[in-house]
């Protein structure tokens, strides 16, 4: 599906990051495997220190620090908020919506609109399409999309799949319109027959989670974890990504009529090192158009990744000017989606922790 | 190229013998984390770039295969 959006911007991005960083080195023994082996790991995919929550820290705790910083700042006003959208796979509670829960710990006005988005590390394009599409009412001048999980609580410790790439995090982006704006396009297509690709078995209405979905169990490669704990299939996944990301991004081009050497910065969600130069490699894009190194800094934030690596990353560069960015999204559903848009000069772009 | 490949195998996972092994997923030799040390070692050994649509355990599952994909890739020249 090809998306188009006239007059948006966005306006601002703000990353918040746990204090709490946890380094692979320390973490190597929890995993049943030999030491040699998981530093080989290490120096192929990039891991060595990533950000989780320290204790039972939900969503709406690292969503509503943020907001308390912009407001306290003066970087926004809590009234021009006509609009929240949260993407997470991790809320606070089946019910209310996660969105309601931060309004109302934040005191902001009656009269908007919130609503909870369940997509993973394809959320930061999907929460833009619809911040874009909700500046369609004259009534919303300005979205605050929040992109924010904490799924280190849901992923096994003794999972060497997931664990040491985990990491939680949350983003706010202010998007809001713009007279001058050159059209942004996007892409976004989704597969629900490959949904067990990424997936937690348990803990919904399908599987409630009882006594028997909280034992580990060893899977074929050695690796604990619960009906209850994240599963990723890293080789479908890794599969996934390489095989329909490079034509996602030449048909965005394509529609766009934009060369790919007029393009600046090529920033992606970040599950690995190694993906990305694969991705890289494939699409002919130089390796600093395309940043690769969250994961290594931070870990794999899910949908906050694309915020997070523009903040690290891009931050003067969008401050202080602006750049042809194209971003792609890749993950649970499975969802992928890419996005041209120029970037920049951004009002604000920080990253703080938490607490 | 048989040797090579042999060498690069032993020193992802020098505890077995995969000359002696016609399928190395099948039989626990190689994990999917392994699948990807072996690609990023074959890169560097044979100087190629295995594209990642080819990383696949298929490809990887015993010395023919390897020695096939690493034909595609010109390896063997």
Redesign the interface.
Known sequence: MNLVFGQRRIEGLLAVLPSNERRFIDEMEQFDFPIERSIKLKEMMGYDKHRIVDGPVCVSDLAVRGFEHLFTSGTLQKDDIDALVLVTQSPDYFMPPTSSVIQGRLGLKHDMFCMDINQGCAGFLIGLIQAFMLLDQPAIRKVALVNADVLSRKASSRDRNSYPLIGDAASITIVGRSQDATPIHANLKMDGTRRDALIIPAGGFREPSGPATCIREADAEGNLRARDDLVMNGSAVFNFVQVEVPPMIAALLETAQVDKDAVDAFVFHQPNRFMLQKLADKMKVPYEKMPSNIVEHFGNSSGVTIPLALAFNLRDRILGGTLTAVLGGFGVGLTWSSMLLRLGPLDFCEMIEYP | MTNKILDVLAG?RPEFDFSASSDYIAD?ML???????LV?DLDKEFSI?I???D???ENFRNLDAIRELLRKYGADK
């Open positions: 992802i626990g994990d999917s984390i392994d699948v990807i040390t990023s770039c594209e990642g649509v990383i696949l355990p």
